[in-house]
Every structure is written in structure tokens, then in C-alpha cells.
């Protein structure tokens, strides 16, 4: 039971120091260098008890397929980086419903993916290249 706790409590440290949405196996990844004894059964099973919990949502990612990150977040977006294949948070939104949806349509929800090279690649892997 105690071990069961300490497995649940390094998956809730992963996401509260990476900060970002996680894949199951990141989740497993980042998590095993906190237990190693954590299984891929173990990190689907916590998963399904945080989202029940509400302390994770779930959401479907254009690339990268399902997606978990910490709730009670405002409204914002993700941006792909297709170097490191990781997802970040960029906050708010530059969106104007209105002007983006034609006369007679009503915007209830949108969803927009943004997709390129993160800070930490461009400055590692495209040094050199202007365009970025
Ligand atoms: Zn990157
Ligand atoms: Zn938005």
C-alpha cells in the first residue's frame, strides 16, 4: 500500500516539476527516475485515478495523439516542438474569435495547435540558421 502511494506521489512530482503535457510514456520515463519499479500498468492505472480525481485532463494532440496536463489552468495552447517532440503551455490567446469566424457563425469553443522549435533546440540545433 505504501509503495503503491509513493509510485502515485512521484507521478504527481513529474507533472508539478515538468510542468507541461505529458504522454504516458513520458509519465513512465520522468517517473522511473524517481521509482524504477513503476510499470506502464501502474502509470495508465494512477492516470485514470487523477483524471477522476480532476487533478489531470485528458486531450487529443494533432501529432503527438493523447495528451494529460494539470487542470485549473486558464484557456491557452500548445505549441509542438518536432525536435525534441515535446508539447508546451503557451499562455493566453491571440484569437479573436469574432474576426476569425465568418458573418451568421457562432464561435462557441476553438481549438488551435502551433507547431515549430522550441527555445531550447533552436539554440542548440538550428545555430546558424537566420530564418528561425
Ligand atoms: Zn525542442
Ligand atoms: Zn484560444
Not at 515538468?18 to 495508465?44: F, H, Q, S
Request: neutral net charge; aromatic residues 8%; glycine residues 6%.
Amino acid at each position: 500500500m505504501k509503495r503503491k502511494t509513493t509510485q502515485k506521489e512521484a507521478m504527481r512530482d513529474v507533472f508539478r516539476q515538468l510542468d507541461r503535457p505529458l504522454g504516458i510514456e513520458e509519465i513512465l520515463k520522468a517517473g522511473r527516475e524517481r521509482v524504477p519499479a513503476l510499470n506502464l500498468a501502474t502509470v495508465y492505472r494512477n492516470v485514470k485515478l487523477f483524471l477522476e480525481e480532476g487533478w489531470l485532463v485528458r486531450f487529443n494532440h494533432p501529432t503527438l495523439g493523447t495528451l494529460y496536463e494539470r487542470t485549473g489552468k486558464d484557456h491557452h495552447h500548445h505549441f509542438y516542438c518536432r525536435i525534441c517532440e515535446r508539447v508546451f503551455e503557451l499562455p493566453g490567446c491571440a484569437l479573436n474569435e469574432k474576426q476569425a469566424t465568418p458573418e451568421g457563425f457562432v464561435t462557441e469553443s476553438h481549438e488551435i495547435f502551433l507547431s515549430g522549435v522550441c527555445m531550447s533546440c533552436s539554440s542548440h540545433v538550428l545555430e546558424g540558421q537566420c530564418e528561425v
